[in-house]
């Protein structure tokens, strides 16, 4: 899923290119897309493109009349900059027409998830905020109190868009590598020195990898938005050496996404229990990396 630095990239694009053209037309293909029916469409057509915001992981269209297109990307939405009318394929959900070009919305995959969303003023604009802090903007103090409130795991409490604005799956992931904490760790058990690195790790994860991105891009469009990049440490790198220690990244998977960490640098060299494996050996799961591959090896043996 695009978080902070992708989206924000990605408005920095569009404002270039959209801010001060009028709306000429939106072309919806995918009946899954559109989630509000007040104001309707149509209320947007004719209308000029005034701002940008980013309201957590969501791109906020702001128009003449107070108009807003909220369009939140989910795991596998993408936006394209293409000639205005470009044709629309099966992969496409939408199309937003302007006098200089088109902004062409896909999702990959068969599961439709990404939204659209209408919304007058900014009354209609708060009413689909999650309320995260922005921690780009927010002081230790109050990154604290939000971190504190409630008992979490620490990995959760990031990816909470109640709590944190625009931090998913995959900064979460490196944010915790660079402040050397266990993603299993509870927020009310941090100390003020853990909470302070982590606000630390925050801003430094999200400022770099905003610049990156924008470097990455250029004067053109961010056409390869991806949570999965060569240059992060641990997120998407399992059983790869941590850029840091060497040793190898490890992960706990559950449902559909997993969580990447390196047991030296994060964990005391602790392995986490991976749910998917650990519940069928309970007691008998290993509790260092170097356990898991000695009973990796013993267990190919068995089974050769």
Not at 110 to 124: F, I, V
Not at 168 to 186: F, H, M, T, V
């Amino acid at each position: 899923m695009p978080e902070l630095p992708d989206i924000t990239v990605y408005i920095e694009a569009i404002e270039k290119r959209i801010v001060g053209q009028r709306l000429e037309n939106v072309r919806i293909v995918s009946p899954f897309l559109l989630r509000s029916v007040e104001p309707p469409v149509a209320s947007a057509i004719g209308k000029r493109v005034v701002e940008l915001r980013r309201i957590g992981k969501r791109i906020c269209i702001g128009l003449q009349g107070e108009i807003w297109l909220v369009l939140h990307l989910m795991i596998a939405g993408r936006l394209h900059w293409k000639k205005r009318g470009a044709k629309l394929a099966q992969q496409h959900l939408a199309a937003l027409d302007f006098s200089n070009g088109s902004l062409l919305w896909t999702e990959a995959g068969s599961e439709k998830r990404a939204a659209l969303h209408l919304a007058r003023g900014d009354t209609g604009l708060a009413e689909l905020d999650p309320g995260g802090l922005e921690v780009l903007d927010a002081t230790l103090e109050q990154f604290s109190k939000v971190l504190k409130s409630e008992n979490h795991t620490v990995k959760r409490a990031l990816t909470d868009p109640q709590w944190f604005s625009g931090i998913g799956n995959a900064y979460s992931d490196e944010i915790l590598w660079r402040a050397k904490l266990s993603p299993l760790a509870l927020t009310e058990r941090m100390s003020d020195e853990d909470v302070a690195q982590l606000f630390l790790a925050v801003r430094q994860s999200l400022t770099e990898w905003t610049e990156r991105l924008r470097k990455e891009a250029g004067d053109g469009f961010p056409e390869k938005v991806t949570a999965f990049r060569p240059e992060m440490a641990v997120h998407g790198k399992y059983k790869q050496a941590c850029p840091r220690c060497g040793e190898q990244v490890q992960r706990i998977k559950y449902a559909s996404n997993e969580t990447n960490y390196c047991p030296r640098c994060q964990t005391g060299g602790k392995l986490l229990a991976d749910r998917a494996f650990s519940r069928l050996l309970r007691e008998d799961w290993p509790k260092t990396p170097a356990e898991l591959e000695l009973r990796l090896g013993r267990d190919k043996k068995v089974t050769r």
